[in-house]
């Protein structure tokens, strides 16, 4: 059984809606930022990224927003579909040293 | 990008046993770091492995319950030493070589360790 998410805050949206998803992060000298997707039984899936010089990135159905100001990240899904369900994780890279520090994650439910 | 093979993909283990677990990425990377995923968690961050020198391990995780081992620039080993019941988790490593790069982060399947 799925072990990933389950104790995770949850979003539900219908096939087909955009989805948002949020991120705190905690150090405002993080200068580079990734969202990831994790599914049962594997490993973390790179999605997007945005470093510290930039508000906006866009990419395949996916858009991530940066606010330095009160340092908050948000994933944006276009369109979203079923297999987009998974658990979403933003990630931080707080100094040079290239290591990455994971938020607390977002279990996103895609209904039919 | 970077393809990480991690083994074994899963394990149970008796308490007071210790567990290797390994990571081999395809291609040479600068930094290779691992992880624990506790069960419905996010990933925390157990240590830096370093190519021929001593780990740097994060706050909480110390050298000799997690021995890390890194040979050359492609290879890492974790082991879980002495294991307890609340060492079941999800144990991941990650590659990078550098954010400059085309290569960015990726990670290994994970490891899901049961400790009976």
């Known amino acids: 059984g799925e072990s990933v998410g389950l104790h995770l805050p949850t979003l539900s949206v219908q096939e087909g809606d955009n989805s948002i998803i949020n991120c705190a992060y905690s150090?405002?000298?993080?200068?580079?930022f990734i969202w990831y997707k994790q599914e049962s039984g594997k490993g973390p899936q790179f999605i997007i990224d945005?470093?510290?010089?930039?508000d906006k990135r866009q990419g395949q159905r996916v858009t991530v927003l940066l606010n330095k100001t009160v340092k908050h990240l948000s994933l944006q899904i276009a369109a979203t579909q079923p297999g987009d369900s998974a658990v979403y994780f933003c990630?931080?890279?707080?100094?040079?040293?290239?290591?990455?520090?994971f938020g607390s994650g977002t279990r996103l439910l895609v209904r039919p | 990008s970077a393809v990480i093979s991690q083994k074994p993909s899963r394990d149970i283990c008796q308490r007071g046993t210790s567990l290797t677990i390994q990571c081999q990425v395809d291609s040479q990377v600068t930094m290779m770091f691992w992880y624990r995923q506790q069960p419905g968690q996010s990933l925390t961050l157990i240590a830096t492995?370093?190519?021929?020198?001593?780990?740097?391990?994060e706050s909480g995780f110390v050298i000799d319950k997690f021995p890390i081992s890194r040979p050359n620039l492609t290879f890492s080993t974790l082991t879980v030493s002495n294991m307890s019941p609340e060492d079941s988790s999800i144990y991941l490593c990650s590659s990078t070589a550098g954010w400059d790069s085309n290569y960015g982060y990726t990670f290994g399947s994970g490891t899901r360790l049961t400790v009976v």
């Open positions: 492995a370093n190519q021929g020198s001593e780990a740097t391990y």
């Open positions: 945005i470093r510290s010089n930039m």
């Open positions: 150090n405002s000298a993080s200068d580079y």
């Open positions: 990630a931080e890279n707080k100094d040079s040293s290239y290591k990455l520090i």
